[in-house]
């Protein structure tokens, strides 16, 4: 439907918090971890663009391979869908790699897969459904 949230990932979400509040002049609206995905987030909106703040909770998170790689920065992209099972059905179909064959349960109550970057040009794509 759109992109819901760009997804960066960071060392230190305390001090990367205040520097986005301080950056957006915007506060965190939420911060919650995320055990499945070895995550703590934190989010920030401005009208209707959202950021995710990504710092891992533990050494073998894949935030901190991230980071130990390609250092701090842009994540992934994440589109909102409406049905996120018909999606992984049509995309599978058209021969992308999808993470998983089920969507799991992320942050700020939505139902997430992800795409293999080397499916999209190098860019790590997230689809998420709203479960409100
Ligand atoms: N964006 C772009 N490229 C990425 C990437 C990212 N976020 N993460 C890894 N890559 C690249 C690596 O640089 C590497 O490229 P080369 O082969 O050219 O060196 C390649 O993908 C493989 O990376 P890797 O370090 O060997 O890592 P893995 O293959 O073990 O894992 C991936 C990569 C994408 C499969 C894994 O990070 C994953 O499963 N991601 C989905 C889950 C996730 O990101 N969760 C955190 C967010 C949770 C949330 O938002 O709630």
Not at 14 to 26: D, I, Q
Not at 43 to 63: A, M, N, R, W, Y
Not at 73 to 100: P, Q, W
Request: with cysteine; aromatic share 6%.
């Amino acid at each position: 439907m759109h992109i819901d949230h760009i997804g960066i990932a960071v060392k230190d979400l305390e001090t990367s918090v205040a520097n986005w509040e301080k950056l957006l002049g915007a506060s965190c609206y939420k911060r919650e971890v995320v055990e499945t995905q070895k995550v703590e987030t934190a989010f920030f909106i401005k009208k209707e663009s959202k950021i995710e703040l990504l710092g891992p909770t533990s050494e073998d998170s894949v935030i901190a391979k991230y980071i130990e790689k390609r250092g701090e920065g842009m994540h992934h992209v994440a589109f909102e869908v409406e049905d996120i099972e018909a999606e992984i059905a049509r995309l599978k179909n058209e021969g992308y790699t999808l993470l998983s064959d089920e969507p799991s349960n992320g942050a700020d109550q939505k139902k997430i897969v992800f795409m293999h970057p080397k499916d999209a040009n190098g860019v790590l794509v997230e689809l998420c459904q709203s479960m409100q």
